[in-house]
């Protein structure tokens, strides 16, 4: 008998803490896959974010640290200037990568530094309790927008990866989701190439996933696959928003 | 090597070098831009350096954490409102027991405050500064010599007891030039700390972190901590004591102060006054038991500083209600003179009834 699916090496045998369908412990997965497939699990080093993946280090067997809210880009900066031998990547929330961190992320990108960054886009603040990111849709409620948010009090969602795009340092800008068995094996082929490309020493890339929080969502997991089908991904549109790798598929 | 003339802000910079700094990571800021300015010229295109003008003094500091994390001997420099800014990254470093070296050249304050030398940053820079239960070794250079003296020793104290070190000069040590030398080549082979993260390489992956939903696991980070301070409270304090044997009165400054109060006693001696200099040359630790030591045959005290009295509240806490302590302080950046000094010396002298 053939076993054809099996515990990426790069990932520990360790139960995931996340709520039932939660997306975070899909992308871990898809992470150390890539991670296993590049053969690079001895030289990663992973920076993982306050918030719900702040345990991710017992989850990812590789070197990891922990960052301050929002410093991932330039702690990140720090490890792959001082060791650019390593394979250095950011795993970030939307409260993280595109409100208090907004600053390093821009600034690194444009830098060019040679970093890989997965930003994960769940709408809410989750392991606070659910309040507003800037991620978070027009009249969404959360338990910093009781009422919805007001476009005119609160502001607009946030697209940092259409920013980080703009940024000329920039290499690779993708938005994926894992809401579906085709959109999980979409986002899988963006990580590779996140990472591929760090390897490459082609400069930044980041991945943007839209990820479910069920629990802050108030949904049921399916209700949230659904949900980012029809309204997330309407507001946050899959899809390759920069490639400038110079590969065939390239813009 | 000769002496060379340098501003104690360069001086600083090639002392890092020789000191086998491998990252600096900066952002303007007045007045320590001279230190910035040296290692893009003379750093950033070393051998496996790197220097980066960072996007913020919060960037800045998370970068040193970063390199600090792989092993590399890192530093950052800014002044007052920067450093500020800067404690962020500090609390993470002494909370992971991270190495790293960061040039306070300080200015006045509060607010945007002035350019212009100050002392105000002595209780942030050996409280803590940033949030939680954690010291910083604070070292306080005077002289030019000395800020290139003491930045070697800071990265070798960092790595020793992993543990962020803080010099703390002020904008007339940054700006003014001196004769120094160099006392330390640069080594061949820039220094990796061999307990950092550099991937899971014939060993199992490590982690370096902090969070826990265990107090009592984080207790014991605290505890772990303070007994390696009580160790450096032993092993490192440094001080000068300046024409203290026969003095009937002691005065206490660190830093660019202690300068202007040594030509202030040499003046007074030469009228006759026996006055005598403390000068506590790491900040924290703080030199309590050289403080109680005098206290044995010394009564009088007079703490001099560019501040309203910070390192005024160390003297109290050593002399424990001993002793009888004056103080005087110049705030927001006046600079006063050696003669100025010298007069509110003789004056406490005369009021007292010494003789």
Known sequence: ?251 | MAKVLMTGNAAIGEAAIRAGCRCYFGYPITPQNELTEYMATNLSRRKGCSFIQAESEVAAINMVYGASLVGARAMTSSSSPGISLKQEGISYLAACELPAVIVNMSRGGPGLGSIVAAQSDYFQATRGGGHGDYRTIVLGPSSVQELADLTHEAFELSDKYKIPVIILGDGVLGQMMEPVEFKYEAPEKLPIRSDSLRGAKDRPSRYIKTFTSNPAELEELNWSLFRRYELIKKEETAFETFLAEDAELIVVAFGIAARIAKGAIRSVRASGLKVGLLRPITLWPYPSEAVKDLAKKIKNYLVFEMNMGQMLEDVQLALEGQGDISFYGRPGGVIPTPSEVSRVISRFYYQKGLK
């Open chain 1, 1 to 251: 008998m053939n076993k054809i699916y099996s515990r990426p090496k790069s990932l520990k045998k360790a139960v995931f803490h996340y709520c039932p369908g939660c997306g975070h412990s899909i992308i871990h997965r898809l992470i150390c896959e890539v991670i296993d497939e590049l053969n690079i699990q001895d030289k990663t080093i992973g920076v993982p974010p306050p918030g719900c993946a702040v345990f991710a280090y017992y989850y990812f067997d590789v070197d990891m640290a922990e960052s301050a809210h929002g410093r991932g880009a330039a702690v990140a900066t720090g490890i792959k200037r001082a060791f650019p031998e390593s394979i250095v990547f950011t795993y970030q929330g939307d409260g993280d990568l595109a409100a208090i961190g907004t600053a390093e992320t821009i600034h690194a990108a444009n830098r060019k530094e040679n970093i890989t960054s997965i930003f994960i886009n769940n709408a809410v603040y989750g392991m606070t309790g659910g309040q507003m990111a800037p991620t978070t849709l027009s009249g969404q409620k959360t338990t910093t927008t009781p009422y919805g948010r007001s476009d005119n009090l609160e502001g607009y969602p946030l697209k940092m990866s259409d920013l980080v795009a703009l940024v000329k340092g920039s290499v690779y800008v993708e938005r994926c989701a894992v809401n579906s068995p085709a959109n999980i094996r979409k986002a899988k082929k963006a990580i590779h190439k996140a990472f591929q490309n760090q390897i490459d020493g082609l400069g930044f890339s980041l991945v943007e996933i839209l990820s479910p929080c069920p629990t802050n969502w108030k949904m049921t997991p399916l209700e949230a696959w659904h949900w980012i089908d029809n309204v997330m991904s309407k507001e946050f549109p899959l899809g390759v928003l920069k490639d400038a790798t110079g590969a065939k598929d390239a813009d």
